[in-house]
């Protein structure tokens, strides 16, 4: 049985990892609590108020205007698939880099205009400046490699903003620009993490008007093994949803 709510608070029913172990139940302050509107089911409210807000907001913080250019440095991962969908609702032009076939199948499904593939492409600066003649007027870095945070700042046009997203577990990797070339091209570098009640509502709204839809690797608790296996390698399209219990 689920615990009785006390006062000013309210029973939500979940599926995260809280300390210990993975619960369908939990007890939070109604203050902090995001109503899930209608059109939005579970398995994507979970992913919307995690990924999903975070794309969200990193957008919002590229501050690119409807007709511009923003690249999506690993646009076929879990952040990355929304922020391809949030920016195209925002009126803005895709670029997406991830590697390999499938995910650019993916980058291109979800609203990318042009997808490069890092796997096969040798100067991928070079080849957004191609694109985009002066450059990305944005660049949001979600992967956590070092090479993204390295390139992403050639990327951009005079005035152009760089987003850090993607968390390396390397402590030595920076955003990769000379204070000379900070200068010279006026760039912005921003940093950006998760969001507000009012931003998970925003972004809870896109997916109500069908803008936005998360895409989930839907599995069970006792494939979490399995799941986990898949993203360390990188073969995960989207978010991975584990249903708890029925």
Same mark, same amino acid.
């Given at each position: 049985?689920?615990?009785?709510?006390?006062?000013?608070?309210?029973?939500?029913?979940?599926?995260?990892?809280?300390?210990?172990? =993975?619960?369908?139940? #939990?007890?939070?302050?109604?203050?902090?609590?995001?109503?899930i509107p209608d059109g939005v089911k579970d398995?994507?409210? +979970?992913?919307? !108020?995690? +990924?999903?807000?975070?794309?969200?907001?990193?957008c919002k913080r590229a501050s690119a205007q409807?007709?511009?250019?923003?690249?999506?440095?690993?646009?076929? +991962?879990? #952040?990355?698939? =929304?922020?391809?969908?949030?920016?195209?609702?925002?009126?803005? $032009?895709?670029?997406?880099?991830?590697?390999?076939?499938?995910?650019?199948?993916?980058?291109?499904?979800?609203?990318?205009?042009?997808?490069?593939? =890092?796997?096969?492409?040798?100067?991928?600066?070079?080849?957004?400046?191609?694109?985009?003649?002066?450059?990305?007027?944005?660049?949001?870095?979600?992967?956590?490699?070092?090479?993204?945070?390295?390139?992403?700042?050639? !990327?951009?046009?005079?005035?152009?903003?760089?987003?850090?997203?993607?968390?390396?577990? *390397?402590?030595?990797?920076?955003?990769?620009?000379?204070?000379?070339?900070?200068a010279r091209k006026r760039l912005n570098i921003?940093?950006?993490?998760?969001?507000?009640?009012? *931003?998970?509502?925003?972004?809870?709204?896109?997916?109500?008007?069908?803008?936005?839809?998360?895409?989930?690797? $839907?599995?069970?608790?006792?494939?979490?093994?399995?799941? #986990?296996?898949? !993203?360390?390698?990188?073969?995960?399209?989207? $978010?991975?949803?584990?249903?708890?219990?029925?």
């Open positions: 049985m689920p615990p009785a709510p006390g006062p000013g608070q309210i029973l939500v029913k979940i599926n995260w990892l809280v300390p210990g172990t =993975f619960e369908e139940y #939990c007890l939070t302050d109604g203050r902090y609590a995001t109503r398995e994507e409210a +979970g992913p919307i !108020m995690c +990924g999903g807000v975070t794309a969200y907001v990193a409807p007709g511009e250019w923003i690249v999506m440095i690993g646009g076929g +991962g879990g #952040c990355g698939h =929304f922020g391809i969908q949030y920016a195209k609702a925002m009126g803005l $032009r895709v670029i997406a880099i991830d590697g390999g076939e499938e995910k650019g199948q993916l980058c291109k499904q979800l609203g990318a205009e042009e997808y490069l593939d =890092f796997t096969q492409r040798k100067d991928l600066a070079a080849d957004v400046l191609r694109l985009t003649t002066w450059g990305a007027h944005a660049v949001i870095v979600f992967s956590a490699s070092p090479e993204g945070f390295a390139v992403a700042p050639s !990327m951009c046009r005079p005035g152009g903003t760089v987003v850090s997203v993607g968390l390396p577990t *390397d402590t030595s990797v920076v955003v990769g620009a000379l204070p000379g070339v900070l921003v940093g950006s993490i998760t969001g507000t009640l009012e *931003d998970i509502a925003e972004a809870m709204d896109f997916t109500a008007r069908g803008a936005v839809r998360p895409v989930l690797h $839907r599995a069970t608790l006792a494939d979490v093994d399995e799941v #986990c296996r898949l !993203m360390n390698e990188g073969k995960i399209l989207g $978010r991975a949803v584990l249903k708890v219990a029925s």
